[in-house]
């Protein structure tokens, strides 16, 4: 079975019962040359204009392994503005920066697409509904989204997970578009997949109950390191996945970034969990994807 199958944008619509079955089989599908380098070169030189607007003198770090980032405000907060998220190795005890603040960046989150003009228009565009109309979302709800670095020799491990996990809704239907802004491989932590891994359960529950961040096993078992698909894309690519599937990336051992913006979406037919921790305040409500 060839697991690194990929379809062409311009060939979307010829070419769709064979991407369904695809994705319908393996919980994910690329899409090459969907975006072309100019609008990647557009994302990325705003991504780090954003990061040059950060004039905060320290910070908490971010890592999957520690977590110590889900007890601050500027998690939450991140939930309806752009926050900014440094690497935790790359933060001092003291929380001050030990390099100029680009290089020590992890992500950007979570609402860069209702904050950010240009983000806004990328994650809108016409490219993109004519992707999300593949899918089985009937009320597509764009409801976060993420500026992931993956700067050289610094950007960090993603440990095995599924984006449902944090993302419920009763029944499922968390979906993520992984935009690839350079090109990714296997040297500077390309996503990795578990094909047909979006079939099991979910495994783990990532809550906010009464002010707090409560994780819970669903399932007492972790992924192993067998059958994984390492998914190396072309600058522009987009990796579509459900919310389901177990995903990794590992640190950046190379010496070029691995840029990517991530969004999230659900159906607004489903019930999304008021225990979810991404929640928007009455005044600035989910917007309707409309396509």
């Known amino acids: 079975m060839n697991y690194l199958q990929k379809f ?13 079955d695809f994705y319908r089989k393996f919980g994910y599908v690329i899409i090459e040359n969907v975006f072309e380098q100019k609008h990647c070169d557009d994302m990325k030189k705003r991504a780090y204009f954003l990061v040059e607007k950060d004039h905060s003198s320290n910070t908490i770090g971010f890592s999957l392994k520690k977590n110590k980032h889900h007890t601050s405000n500027n998690f939450l907060s991140s939930a309806y503005k752009i926050n900014n998220f ?7 005890k003291d929380g001050t920066f030990k390099d100029k603040k680009i290089n020590c960046i992890s992500k950007l989150g979570h609402c860069l697409h209702d904050v950010d003009l240009i983000f806004k228009k990328y994650s809108y565009h016409d490219r993109i509904k004519k992707i999300i109309k593949l899918t089985n979302l009937s009320k597509p709800i764009l409801n976060q989204s993420s500026y992931i670095f993956k700067q050289p020799l610094v950007g960090g491990e993603y440990l095995w997970h599924q984006d449902s996990t944090y993302l419920l809704t009763n029944p499922l239907s968390c ?58 894309v072309k600058t522009g690519s987009i990796i579509i ?43 600035f409500p989910f917007k309707n994807f409309r396509l």
Request: aromatic content about 10%.
């Open 8 to 20: 062409e944008f311009a060939n979307l619509n010829k070419d769709k019962p064979n991407v369904l």
């Open 175 to 232: 979906l993520a578009l992984w935009i690839a802004i350079d090109d990714a491989n296997e040297k500077n932590g390309c996503l990795v997949v578990k094909p047909s891994s979006h079939k099991e359960k979910i495994r783990k529950r990532v809550k906010y109950i009464k002010g707090k961040i409560i994780k819970e096993n669903l399932v007492n078992k972790e992924w192993d390191e067998t059958n994984n698909i390492s998914l190396s």
């Open 86 to 92: 440094y690497e935790d190795k790359m933060i001092n």
């Open 241 to 283: 996945f459900d919310g389901s599937l177990a995903h990794k990336s590992s640190e950046n051992f190379s010496n070029h970034s691995r840029n990517t913006y991530v969004m999230h979406f659900f159906d607004n037919n489903c019930k999304y969990s008021t225990e979810n921790w991404l929640q928007r305040p009455v005044n």
